[in-house]
């Protein structure tokens, strides 16, 4: 797995390839908590180069989202969500937590 | 008329392999199961599906029944005929029976949402069936099976 991330003015983006489980999902938290480290709390995570995600992925995303959301400082916005990928969010019933863009650009356009 | 002779034949291909419980092999243990769904033909979702089951079956089994920093061996065999796959997991670890876990409510807003439960709940909603059965002295089996013709 591997996460790039680059800081705009209005937001970071970070990009998250490959597989996150169990193994993995602690860079991807870490790389949110970098963000928030550095007082950013509007996030778009472009996932499209993401192969496969569980649990422990979800849940790194539910806390990253309680983070940037608390005070209304912020939101994680999830851009190029794999089909496959798409329905693990209906399933775990998180589609309503998150918004959601076909391409980074109309994402990070949207801060 | 000729008798027809209805000649039934029936493949079934059997899988074993053993795995280290560490977090660090779950994506060996996905392709294993993952093969075994695509050999015994399932489609693209469904192999997608059997490989989270059988991630999230083995991230319990790591957490729970060994515990991380101690580690142990998960057995999973893999059978496949031409409808269905059916996976088993034995440990022998502590007993613990992942099916008895309330499944997490999934209406509630971002700040009460339950943290934990989500992966069993998944194993559970994206397998046709799931089998708990606790061994003698200490251990665990897990059967799990998906099926072709279903519209999971």
Redesign the interface.
């Known amino acids: 797995m591997e996460i790039t991330k680059q800081e705009f003015k209005h937001c970071d983006l970070i990009a998250v390839k490959g ?1 996150v ?3 993995t999902a602690s860079q991807l938290a870490e790389a949110f908590e970098a963000s928030h480290k550095n007082n950013q709390f509007k996030i778009v995570l472009d996932m499209q180069d993401l192969n ?1 995600m ?3 992925g ?2 790194a995303l ?2 990253a ?2 983070t940037c ?1 608390r005070y209304n400082r912020g939101e994680v916005i999830l851009s190029s969500v794999p089909k ?1 990928i798409k ?2 969010f209906e ?3 998180f589609t309503p ?1 998150f918004k959601f863009f076909d391409n980074t650009t109309e994402a990070v356009g949207s801060f | 008329m000729i008798g027809g002779l209805a000649l039934y034949l029936t493949m079934s291909v059997m899988r074993t392999a053993i795995f280290s419980a560490k ?2 092999y ?2 060996e243990m ?1 392709e294993f199961a993952g093969q075994a769904a695509q050999d015994a033909g399932l489609s ?2 469904q192999v ?1 599906a059997v ?2 089951a059988v ?2 079956a083995c ?1 319990n089994i ?1 957490e729970h029944a060994y515990g991380v920093e101690i580690g142990g061996d998960i057995e999973c065999t893999c059978m496949a005929d031409r409808t269905c796959i059916k996976i088993i997991l034995r440990d022998h670890g502590k007993q613990f029976d992942p099916t008895l876990a309330p499944d997490p409510d ?2 509630l807003e ?2 009460n ?1 339950p ?1 934990g439960g ?2 069993v ?2 194993m559970k ?2 397998m046709d069936e799931i089998h708990y059965e606790a061994l003698g002295e200490s251990g665990n089996l897990l059967t799990m099976v998906k099926c072709r013709g279903k519209a999971k």
């Open positions: 597989r489980d169990s193994f496969y569980s649990s422990a979800f849940r539910l806390v989202q309680r959301k496959q329905e693990s399933l775990t019933g937590l | 977090f660090e779950l994506d996905r693209v979702e997608y490989k989270l991630d999230e991230t790591i999934l209406t971002l700040e949402r943290i989500l992966g709940f998944l909603t994206l």
